[in-house]
């Protein structure tokens, strides 16, 4: 077995054993893994590469926007939606363009949207039963 193939085995199991707020983390984690790997290959002049980066960043902020649902109309739903969408409008021109900078400010909003999932889920109460207070469920 490769390395690169026992890593992604190793990501696949986590991810079906994760929890959904760990999903989420776990997804942001990727789209700005992915963002960055897009810049350094525009860096290199690698625009094959780089769009199969921002193509898989784009479907994770995709899966994001998808999982929220319109009916929900609540200023915490329409504040991510239009995040998402920047973001998502980001990594477009970005790959459009091969523009780093439009790269980098998605990766500002990815990484920020990240950081306070991963938060969230630190601050989150160790029992299982409790109850999920971010209603964070709907996003995975």
């Given at each position: 077995m490769?390395?690169?193939?026992a890593?992604?085995e190793?990501?696949?199991?986590e991810?079906?054993a994760?929890?959904?707020l760990?999903c989420?983390?776990?997804?942001?984690?990727?789209?700005?893994?992915?963002?960055?790997?897009?810049i350094?290959?525009?860096?290199?002049?690698?625009?094959?590469?780089?769009?199969?980066?921002?193509?898989?960043?784009?479907?994770?902020?995709?899966?994001?926007?998808?999982?929220?649902?319109?009916?929900?109309d609540?200023d915490?739903a329409?504040?991510?939606?239009?995040?998402l969408?920047?973001?998502?409008?980001?990594?477009?021109?970005?790959?459009?363009?091969?523009?780093p900078?439009?790269?980098?400010?998605?990766?500002q909003?990815?990484?920020t949207?990240?950081?306070?999932?991963?938060?969230?889920e630190?601050?989150?109460p160790?029992?299982?039963?409790?109850?999920n207070?971010?209603?964070?469920?709907?996003?995975v």
């Amino acid at each position: 077995m490769t390395p690169r193939l026992a890593s992604q085995e190793y990501l696949a199991a986590e991810v079906e054993a994760a929890d959904p707020l760990h999903c989420i983390v776990l997804l942001h984690e990727g789209a700005a893994r992915f963002t960055r790997e897009a810049i350094r290959h525009i860096e290199r002049q690698d625009f094959e590469g780089a769009h199969s980066a921002f193509v898989k960043a784009k479907s994770i902020v995709m899966h994001f926007l998808a999982s929220i649902p319109e009916e929900d109309d609540g200023d915490l739903a329409a504040n991510l939606r239009g995040l998402l969408r920047y973001a998502f409008s980001k990594l477009v021109e970005g790959n459009l363009r091969k523009d780093p900078k439009c790269a980098e400010e998605a990766l500002q909003v990815l990484r920020t949207l990240g950081e306070g999932w991963a938060t969230l889920e630190l601050q989150r109460p160790a029992s299982p039963e409790a109850p999920n207070p971010t209603g964070a469920a709907y996003l995975v």
